[in-house]
Protein backbone atom coordinates (compact mmCIF):
# COMPACT_ATOMS: atom_id res chain seq x y z
CA UNK A 1 0.00 0.00 0.00
CA UNK A 2 1.42 3.75 -1.05
CA UNK A 3 0.00 7.10 -0.55
CA UNK A 4 -1.67 6.52 -4.13
CA UNK A 5 -4.73 4.75 -2.48
CA UNK A 6 -5.75 7.73 -1.11
CA UNK A 7 -5.80 9.58 -4.27
CA UNK A 8 -7.73 6.79 -5.96
CA UNK A 9 -10.02 6.81 -3.02
CA UNK A 10 -11.07 10.42 -3.58
CA UNK A 11 -14.63 11.41 -4.30
CA UNK A 12 -15.44 14.12 -7.14
CA UNK A 13 -17.71 16.84 -5.88
CA UNK A 14 -19.69 18.52 -9.29
CA UNK A 15 -18.84 22.25 -8.53
CA UNK A 16 -18.19 25.08 -11.03
CA UNK A 17 -17.31 28.32 -11.23
CA UNK A 18 -19.31 31.47 -12.19
CA UNK A 19 -17.55 34.40 -13.21
CA UNK A 20 -20.14 37.36 -12.47
CA UNK A 21 -20.81 40.45 -14.20
CA UNK A 22 -17.11 40.62 -15.34
CA UNK A 23 -15.28 44.03 -15.80
CA UNK A 24 -12.07 43.60 -15.65
CA UNK A 25 -10.02 42.54 -19.03
CA UNK A 26 -10.60 40.13 -20.88
CA UNK A 27 -6.96 38.48 -20.38
CA UNK A 28 -7.83 37.78 -16.74
CA UNK A 29 -10.51 35.51 -17.80
CA UNK A 30 -8.78 33.95 -20.07
CA UNK A 31 -6.04 33.15 -17.58
CA UNK A 32 -8.71 31.95 -14.84
CA UNK A 33 -9.88 29.63 -18.13
CA UNK A 34 -6.25 28.19 -18.31
CA UNK A 35 -5.50 28.06 -14.82
CA UNK A 36 -8.38 25.11 -14.53
CA UNK A 37 -8.42 23.96 -18.11
CA UNK A 38 -8.72 20.28 -18.23
CA UNK A 39 -9.65 20.38 -14.62
CA UNK A 40 -12.94 18.91 -12.99
CA UNK A 41 -14.04 22.81 -13.06
CA UNK A 42 -16.07 24.47 -15.23
CA UNK A 43 -16.37 28.35 -16.00
CA UNK A 44 -18.68 30.55 -17.19
CA UNK A 45 -19.69 33.95 -17.71
CA UNK A 46 -22.82 35.33 -16.52
CA UNK A 47 -24.37 38.72 -16.15
CA UNK A 48 -26.75 39.11 -13.17
CA UNK A 49 -27.96 43.06 -12.46
CA UNK A 50 -28.69 42.79 -8.44
CA UNK A 51 -25.11 41.19 -8.19
CA UNK A 52 -21.70 43.53 -8.14
CA UNK A 53 -19.53 43.06 -10.42
CA UNK A 54 -16.01 41.23 -10.83
CA UNK A 55 -17.74 38.03 -8.76
CA UNK A 56 -16.16 34.82 -8.51
CA UNK A 57 -18.29 32.45 -7.39
CA UNK A 58 -18.48 28.32 -6.64
CA UNK A 59 -21.55 26.42 -7.08
CA UNK A 60 -22.38 23.17 -6.30
CA UNK A 61 -25.89 21.40 -6.70
CA UNK A 62 -27.42 24.85 -7.88
CA UNK A 63 -26.03 26.25 -4.57
CA UNK A 64 -23.72 29.16 -4.12
CA UNK A 65 -21.20 28.09 -1.46
CA UNK A 66 -18.48 30.43 -1.37
CA UNK A 67 -17.69 33.73 -3.31
CA UNK A 68 -14.82 36.02 -3.73
CA UNK A 69 -13.58 39.14 -5.94
CA UNK A 70 -11.93 38.56 -9.05
CA UNK A 71 -9.55 40.86 -8.13
CA UNK A 72 -8.46 38.90 -4.87
CA UNK A 73 -7.81 35.38 -7.71
CA UNK A 74 -5.77 37.77 -9.57
CA UNK A 75 -3.69 38.93 -6.65
CA UNK A 76 -3.21 35.71 -5.26
CA UNK A 77 -2.41 33.16 -8.38
CA UNK A 78 -3.78 34.84 -11.86
CA UNK A 79 -0.53 37.58 -11.75
CA UNK A 80 1.66 35.73 -9.96
CA UNK A 81 3.89 32.98 -10.40
CA UNK A 82 5.82 30.69 -8.29
CA UNK A 83 9.43 32.68 -8.00
CA UNK A 84 7.10 34.58 -5.76
CA UNK A 85 7.03 32.23 -2.93
CA UNK A 86 10.30 30.46 -3.84
CA UNK A 87 12.41 33.48 -3.45
CA UNK A 88 10.26 35.11 -0.03
CA UNK A 89 8.78 38.03 -1.69
CA UNK A 90 5.67 36.99 -0.49
CA UNK A 91 5.61 36.78 3.45
CA UNK A 92 3.92 33.94 5.66
CA UNK A 93 1.85 36.20 6.71
CA UNK A 94 0.86 37.61 3.45
CA UNK A 95 -0.48 34.40 2.08
CA UNK A 96 -4.22 34.67 1.45
CA UNK A 97 -6.68 31.96 -0.34
CA UNK A 98 -9.46 33.28 -1.43
CA UNK A 99 -12.59 31.37 -0.54
CA UNK A 100 -13.54 30.56 -3.94
CA UNK A 101 -10.07 28.61 -4.30
CA UNK A 102 -10.58 27.24 -0.43
CA UNK A 103 -14.04 25.72 -1.60
CA UNK A 104 -12.32 23.37 -4.16
CA UNK A 105 -11.47 21.24 -2.12
CA UNK A 106 -11.91 17.37 -2.76
CA UNK A 107 -11.60 18.09 -6.13
CA UNK A 108 -8.87 15.45 -8.01
CA UNK A 109 -6.22 18.07 -10.14
CA UNK A 110 -4.09 16.90 -12.29
CA UNK A 111 -1.06 19.84 -13.02
CA UNK A 112 1.68 20.42 -15.19
CA UNK A 113 5.02 22.31 -14.07
CA UNK A 114 7.08 24.67 -15.60
CA UNK A 115 7.86 24.84 -18.47
CA UNK A 116 4.63 22.77 -19.88
CA UNK A 117 3.02 25.45 -17.62
CA UNK A 118 2.98 28.32 -15.93
CA UNK A 119 0.23 28.37 -13.56
CA UNK A 120 -1.04 25.12 -12.67
CA UNK A 121 1.19 23.81 -10.66
CA UNK A 122 0.97 27.04 -8.49
CA UNK A 123 -2.32 26.52 -7.18
CA UNK A 124 -1.04 23.53 -5.27
CA UNK A 125 1.85 25.89 -4.10
CA UNK A 126 -0.57 28.36 -3.08
CA UNK A 127 -2.24 25.95 -1.01
CA UNK A 128 0.55 24.15 0.32
CA UNK A 129 1.62 28.14 1.74
CA UNK A 130 -1.92 28.28 3.32
CA UNK A 131 -1.51 25.00 4.96
CA UNK A 132 1.78 26.03 6.28
CA UNK A 133 -0.14 29.66 7.52
CA UNK A 134 -2.46 27.34 9.16
CA UNK A 135 -0.09 25.50 11.33
CA UNK A 136 1.94 29.36 12.20
CA UNK A 137 -1.47 31.14 13.07
CA UNK A 138 -2.61 28.06 15.11
CA UNK A 139 1.35 27.52 17.16
CA UNK A 140 0.44 24.48 18.42
CA UNK A 141 -0.53 20.81 16.64
CA UNK A 142 1.81 19.18 14.34
CA UNK A 143 2.94 19.48 10.53
CA UNK A 144 4.25 17.10 8.33
CA UNK A 145 5.46 18.32 4.47
CA UNK A 146 7.10 16.19 1.86
CA UNK A 147 9.75 17.95 -0.31
CA UNK A 148 11.00 14.67 -2.42
CA UNK A 149 14.47 15.94 -1.96
CA UNK A 150 14.75 17.82 1.61
CA UNK A 151 17.73 19.94 0.06
CA UNK A 152 14.86 21.75 -1.30
CA UNK A 153 14.69 23.24 2.33
CA UNK A 154 17.84 24.91 1.67
CA UNK A 155 17.67 25.79 -1.54
CA UNK A 156 14.62 27.62 -2.20
CA UNK A 157 14.73 31.17 0.12
CA UNK A 158 11.27 31.18 0.64
CA UNK A 159 10.83 27.88 1.91
CA UNK A 160 13.85 28.20 4.08
CA UNK A 161 12.32 30.99 5.69
CA UNK A 162 8.98 29.49 6.32
CA UNK A 163 10.74 26.69 8.26
CA UNK A 164 12.76 28.44 10.34
CA UNK A 165 9.98 30.20 11.41
CA UNK A 166 8.07 27.54 12.30
CA UNK A 167 11.06 25.97 13.63
CA UNK A 168 10.36 28.67 15.82
CA UNK A 169 7.06 28.21 16.86
CA UNK A 170 5.44 25.21 19.00
CA UNK A 171 4.44 23.68 16.17
CA UNK A 172 5.60 20.06 15.91
CA UNK A 173 6.85 20.04 12.20
CA UNK A 174 8.15 16.56 10.38
CA UNK A 175 10.13 16.68 6.84
CA UNK A 176 10.26 14.14 4.39
CA UNK A 177 12.15 13.11 1.86
CA UNK A 178 15.61 11.65 -0.28
CA UNK A 179 18.43 12.77 1.72
CA UNK A 180 20.28 16.45 1.53
CA UNK A 181 19.57 18.60 4.37
CA UNK A 182 19.94 18.49 8.16
CA UNK A 183 19.01 20.68 10.39
CA UNK A 184 21.13 22.56 12.71
CA UNK A 185 21.86 21.30 16.31
CA UNK A 186 19.58 23.54 18.01
CA UNK A 187 16.56 22.40 15.46
CA UNK A 188 13.78 21.02 17.06
CA UNK A 189 12.46 19.94 13.39
CA UNK A 190 12.27 15.92 12.50
CA UNK A 191 13.66 14.81 9.60
CA UNK A 192 12.67 11.67 7.90
CA UNK A 193 14.59 10.42 5.22
CA UNK A 194 14.29 7.41 2.40
CA UNK A 195 14.42 6.48 -1.39
CA UNK A 196 10.73 4.36 -1.02
CA UNK A 197 8.42 5.02 -3.26
CA UNK A 198 6.29 7.83 -1.45
CA UNK A 199 9.25 9.44 -0.41
CA UNK A 200 10.43 10.31 -4.34
CA UNK A 201 7.07 10.65 -5.67
CA UNK A 202 4.63 12.43 -3.07
CA UNK A 203 4.38 16.22 -2.31
CA UNK A 204 2.02 15.93 0.82
CA UNK A 205 1.34 19.05 3.57
CA UNK A 206 -0.63 17.68 6.50
CA UNK A 207 -1.72 20.08 9.44
CA UNK A 208 -3.46 18.43 12.69
CA UNK A 209 -4.19 20.30 15.65
CA UNK A 210 -4.08 19.04 18.86
CA UNK A 211 -7.31 16.99 19.78
CA UNK A 212 -10.42 18.44 20.08
CA UNK A 213 -9.35 22.06 18.26
CA UNK A 214 -10.60 22.95 14.25
CA UNK A 215 -8.37 23.49 11.50
CA UNK A 216 -7.15 19.95 10.12
CA UNK A 217 -6.25 20.77 6.44
CA UNK A 218 -4.23 18.28 4.12
CA UNK A 219 -2.99 18.65 0.66
CA UNK A 220 -1.48 15.13 -1.28
CA UNK A 221 -0.30 15.12 -4.82
CA UNK A 222 1.51 12.44 -6.49
CA UNK A 223 3.67 13.03 -9.55
CA UNK A 224 2.44 10.65 -12.29
CA UNK A 225 5.25 11.47 -14.72
CA UNK A 226 8.22 14.08 -15.24
CA UNK A 227 7.00 17.37 -13.35
CA UNK A 228 3.29 15.86 -13.83
CA UNK A 229 1.27 16.03 -10.84
CA UNK A 230 -2.70 14.04 -9.66
CA UNK A 231 -3.98 15.73 -6.12
CA UNK A 232 -6.18 17.05 -4.24
CA UNK A 233 -6.96 19.11 -0.56
CA UNK A 234 -9.37 18.47 2.13
CA UNK A 235 -10.35 20.10 5.11
CA UNK A 236 -11.89 16.75 6.20
CA UNK A 237 -10.62 15.65 9.69
CA UNK A 238 -11.27 11.95 9.44
CA UNK A 239 -10.13 11.68 5.75
CA UNK A 240 -7.01 14.24 7.53
CA UNK A 241 -6.09 12.11 10.44
CA UNK A 242 -6.14 8.92 8.39
CA UNK A 243 -3.25 10.42 6.01
CA UNK A 244 -1.22 11.47 9.01
CA UNK A 245 -1.35 7.90 10.76
CA UNK A 246 -0.45 6.92 7.41
CA UNK A 247 2.32 8.94 6.93
CA UNK A 248 3.14 7.98 10.74
CA UNK A 249 3.51 4.74 10.37
CA UNK A 250 5.08 4.10 7.15
CA UNK A 251 7.68 6.98 6.82
Same mark, same amino acid.
Given at each position: ?? =????? *???? @??? &? %? #??? +?????????????????????????????????????????????????????????? =????? *???? @??? &? %? #??? +?????????????????????????????????????????????????????????????????????? &???????????????????????????????????????????????????????????????????????????????????????
Amino acid at each position: MT =LRRFL *DDAD @TPD &R %S #LVV +INRRAPEPVQQMLEKMFDGQPVSIEEVDIPTEDDDQVLVVEDETVIARSPLRELQDAI =LTVNS *DLFI @TGT &R %S #LEE +IELPDALKELDELPFFLRGYPESHSEKLLLILVSRYIERTAWDHQCGTLRTSFQSLDRIEDEIGTNQVYR &RLDDSPVDVHVYGTPGWEPPPESTITIHAGYEQDFVESWFVVYVPPEGEDGHVALLALEDGPNEWSGFWTYQPDRVLELNDYITRRL
